[in-house]
């Protein structure tokens, strides 16, 4: 029963987290569209944004196995 609420709370950082990245996308588009920067620059963003997410994606799954982990030795 823990494990399941490990789970689901660490796929609703998941969703939070990605959420938080489709906003930054719209910014980011946003500010290209406006010519506020070059489109080289909202690329280079885009990739940057892209891979804080897969950073923060992959800590919340290792922090969730462990917990798991330590749930299951309880």
Sequence with gaps: ???RSV??????SK????SSRRD?????RMIEKEGEASQDDCQRAQKDLQKLTDDAVAEIEIQAAAK???VMQV
């Design 68 to 70: 798991e982990e330590e």
């Design 7 to 12: 789970k689901a709370r660490s796929e609703e």
């Design 24 to 28: 930054a996308q719209d910014t980011i």
């Design 1 to 3: 029963d823990l494990v």
């Design 15 to 18: 969703v939070s987290i990605r």
